[in-house]
């Protein structure tokens, strides 16, 4: 038979390659048990995409890690998937599992760390020293510990790695950094890792006055005239510096006014003191006279400084003896401050901050009256490290330590319904003088009693992570991992507590207060002066690179989300805030530029804030995960799911758009600013948000702001807003009742409240970025105090009944636009209440709204005559569809439905 067509010839089937693969899990030290790794292969390790019977144990090795061999088969390219499983669940949190692609005859190597803090950086291993760095840029580091200088070699994956075996303890106390070679040139550069960093250089800050009339600003103001246009001043933005102004324009401007530069020298906590003096001294350490220093600075900026502190000598040259000894003015009860022109021309000297006390200079040991170099690093008031002026944004290095503190309290457990938060900013809570009087984590530790009278429960603190200069918001760092320098204090016994020390004291003293505290981070922009992250291995600039250049945002580039020491780095910063610190929240500082799909980290990003917050929640099962995102949407709260499904899983969001509605809005009107502006208010409007909070899945998902730092910094207090204009003066009745209004309604709206600090006293301080003379709020007034105590009262109400737990919703009743009134209900077991709020500038007796039938008790009058009011308000009222109210102006009533 003719056969017809062609013949096929089927390839000989493929014989499987085979490999063996060790697999690796890093616990980092935490305690886990009953480890095993599965994955796509079968018993006989065949490749396997269904998973069954793949569970091999895992054997904990001496180094803390665990450790399984299994020998692989597969044909072609195949690529395994793996992940690790404990007795307390997964214990892998990524998107997807992981992968390998295996070797044929030979050994693959894969490994996973949930975190890594302690194997990067320095850390100690027994009496060894252990350094491991990521560079992959770089030719060569060396680790330089104060004189010593350590070769690190380099990984297939750009870790720099090496041991000073047995050198822990001779390490101890100093001064380290990585000597970083790219391209022949080599820079010193700090610890991205590092806990304590040597800090800026202790006594010595900077100052920003306007050219024009000397008022403090920021480092980046500037105002410019254009020919044809009024002039503009370029604002700050709500974190950092401003967007630079386009360049053609600055060409054909004028400019008026810019930012002087100045040093400020600063004393701390030295209430008893007789005097404090500020010696300026050449390389060589010989003090320079009045004479020298009049040739060096010469008189610039004297006229600025006298407008800025117009009764003061605090101008270096008002103070300054012969011998060239700057007298330092006292401003408030134990801050001390002077401030000098040219700062340029002050670097590469020295100085030295004497202290007078009983007839005698303290420090100085051998009495000769003078403090020489070590007897001044001795003091607590001088740098501890160098003696040397330098840039005040230098790079400055890490100090060798093991961070060890013994807590004392347990972390409190706040039900998520009853949650009130006070936000503060801890360089400035009821700080005082100028700003010269800088607060500590010890003025916080003082106060735990005032939140705890006050009736908060959560402290949330503006980041304390290191930053630039003495005093700064926090959210341009210089370091993500170590603490603030700067919030560190001297101790009962006359020591120095550092900042990671006073961080540690200040939460386990609130934890014994019964205050939870709330940590703020920042990693959606790494930006400033001078980040540790920036050009770490020159130009290839690894941690903020994504392969393709810097995605910048307006406060500084995005960190390089999909690279995976970058993802790891942020990872471990996040869990350093809980495992070792011991916060029990974290805030994120603006999320949606981590996860933007346009402009931001888009899907690296996205996964990043799933891995976070599965692994927070896993080994912090009671954490609150809180993000600041605009505009809101409920994908952010939702919880992750498998396959990249599901939502970030955050506990809640910001609820910032309340607060526009209520109190402040640049370009839609809130309903405060349209009464002040006697425009008829939307009440509908911002009814319709506290009912619906759109882009929340439900109440508990709101963190509703009544104020924080955003809105106080770059709008105004409530009570300015409620001004016309605020202009600096007392605030009047309408404006006092007003301020407790805002207050009272936020308190008792759904969701968990947060305002901050100052809003409790009636503050008028704007609390602008750069411009620290703006963030006091001194003693609070005779109407502050009246004013806290309304704010007492409303905190006391909302814990009284579970009709104001977070999660109820509220009922909308009634709303007037025209006569600026609105009410709501909130019930919940049997208890209902009604919230009238009215911003009419005129008192409305026996106004009438729909209640339900029943009789009604007031609870709560923001016009009490103890709250500052005039006693306006009927004390029981009967319900109907007709109800009578006596409404007074600018006022709040709760009232309670009888049983």
């Not at 903020?544 to 910048?552: A, D, E, I, S, V």
Request: glycine letters at 10%; charged letters at 25%.
């Amino acid at each position: 038979m003719e056969r017809i067509g062609p013949q096929l010839l089927l390839p000989a089937p493929q014989a499987p390659s085979r490999g063996r693969v060790k697999f690796t899990y890093d616990p980092d030290g935490r305690p886990v048990e009953d480890l095993v790794v599965t994955g796509s292969w079968d018993r006989q390790g065949n490749y396997s995409p269904d998973w069954k019977h793949s569970a091999i144990p895992l054997r904990r090795q001496q180094d803390g890690r665990w450790q399984a061999d299994l020998e692989v088969s597969w044909q072609g390219s195949q690529k395994f998937q793996w992940t690790v499983q404990g007795r307390s669940g997964p214990q892998v949190f990524t998107d997807s599992p992981l992968e390998f692609a295996p070797k044929a005859g030979a050994q693959t190597r894969v490994e996973y760390a949930q975190r890594t803090l302690t194997r990067m950086g320095l850390v100690q291993a027994g009496n060894d020293a252990r350094a491991r760095f990521w560079a992959p840029a770089a030719r060569q580091v060396w680790l330089v510990v104060g004189e010593s200088r350590v070769p690190l070699e380099k990984d297939e994956r750009g870790f720099w790695n090496g041991t000073a075996s047995g050198r822990w303890n001779e390490f101890q106390g100093q001064s380290y950094g990585f000597e970083v070679n790219v391209d022949g040139r080599t820079s010193l550069r700090a610890d991205p890792y590092a806990r304590r960093l040597q800090g800026q250089l202790r006594g010595v800050g900077d100052l920003h006055l306007s050219s024009k009339d000397g008022q403090e600003v920021n480092k980046f103001y500037k105002v410019f005239a254009p020919p044809t246009e009024p002039v503009e001043e370029v604002t700050t933005n709500p974190h950092g510096p401003p967007p630079l102004p386009d360049p053609n324009a600055v060409d054909q401007a004028e400019p008026l006014a810019q930012a002087v530069a100045f040093r400020r020298f600063e004393v701390q906590q030295q209430s008893k003191a007789d005097a404090v003096f500020l010696r300026l001294l050449d390389a060589q350490g010989e003090p320079l006279s009045r004479t020298h220093l009049e040739r060096l600075l010469g008189q610039d900026g004297a006229d600025l400084v006298h407008k800025f502190r117009p009764k003061s000598d605090i101008f270096w040259r008002d103070a300054c003896q012969p011998d060239g000894r700057i007298a330092l003015v006292k401003e408030g009860p134990d801050a001390w401050a002077t401030i000098v022109n040219q700062p340029r021309a002050l670097e590469g000297l020295r100085y030295r901050l004497e202290v007078e006390k009983d007839g005698r200079l303290l420090g100085d040991v051998n009495g000769d009256g003078r403090l020489s170099r070590a007897e001044a690093r001795a003091t607590p008031f001088n740098d501890a490290y160098s003696d040397q002026l330098v840039n005040i944004n230098d790079q400055r290095l890490g100090i060798v330590t093991r961070s060890e503190f013994d807590w004392q309290h347990q972390p409190p457990k706040i039900n998520p319904d009853k949650a009130v938060t006070y936000q503060l900013h801890v360089g400035s809570f009821l700080g005082s003088s100028g700003n010269t009087r800088r607060s500590t984590f010890k003025d916080l530790i003082e106060k735990l009693d005032y939140f705890k009278e006050l009736g908060v429960n959560q402290l949330e603190l503006l980041p304390t992570t290191a930053f630039e200069g003495q005093r700064d918001w926090g959210y341009i760092g210089t370091n993500t991992l170590a603490a603030a320098e700067q919030y560190g204090f001297v101790d009962q016994d006359g020591s120095w507590v550092h900042g990671d020390q006073a961080l540690k004291r200040f939460i386990d003293a609130a934890h014994g207060k019964g205050l939870a505290v709330i940590d703020d981070v920042v990693y959606n922009h790494w930006g400033g002066d001078h980040n540790n992250l920036w050009e770490i291995d020159g130009k290839a600039n690894s941690y903020l690179n994504w392969g393709n250049g810097m995605r910048q945002t307006p406060w500084g580039p995005l960190p390089a989300m999909n690279q995976g020491p970058v993802r790891q780095f942020v990872l471990d910063s996040a869990m350093s805030r809980l495992d070792e610190y011991r916060f029990d929240g974290i805030r994120f500082d603006f999320t949606h530029l981590i996860h933007d799909q346009k402009e931001g980290g888009g899907t690296a990003g996205w996964t990043l804030l799933r891995e976070l917050t599965r692994q927070a929640r896993a080994h912090h099962p009671g954490v609150f995960l809180a993000a600041e995102e605009f505009p809101n949407h409920e994908s952010l709260t939702n919880p992750p799911a498998a396959n990249g499904q599901g939502g970030a899983g955050f506990d809640a969001m910001w609820n910032t758009e309340f607060q526009h509605r209520l109190v402040h809005d640049a370009h839609n009107p809130s309903v405060l600013q349209q009464a002040v502006a006697g425009k008829e208010t939307n009440m509908d409007k911002l009814m319709g948000h506290l009912v619906s909070h759109p882009g929340f899945s439900d109440a508990t998902r709101s963190v509703t702001v009544i104020s924080n730092h955003d809105e106080v910094g770059n709008a105004d207090r409530t009570v300015n807003v409620a001004g016309d204009p605020p202009g600096g003066e007392p605030p009047n009745a309408w404006q006092k009742g007003a301020a407790r209004l805002s207050f009272g309604v936020g308190m008792l709206s759904p969701g968990r409240p947060i305002f901050f600090q100052g809003e409790e006293t009636l503050a008028q301080n704007t609390f602008r970025w750069g411009v620290p003379s703006t963030w006091d709020t001194d003693a609070p007034s005779p109407d502050g105090l009246c004013h806290r105590e309304f704010c007492r009262a409303a905190i006391d109400l909302r814990h009284s009944s579970p009709a104001f737990d977070a999660s109820v919703e509220a009922r909308r009743i009634y709303t007037h636009n025209a006569d600026s009134v609105m009410a709501f209900a909130r019930q919940k077991d049997g208890q209902q209440y009604v919230v009238v709020a009215s911003l009419n500038h005129k008192p409305l007796p026996g106004y009438q709204l729909p209640l339900d039938l029943g009789n009604y008790e007031l609870v709560l009058n923001s016009d009490a005559r103890n709250f500052g009011g005039d006693g306006i308000g009927r004390q029981r009222v009967a319900g109907g569809p007709q109800a009578k109210l006596d409404l007074p102006p600018a006022a709040v009533l709760v009232y309670r439905k009888a049983n």
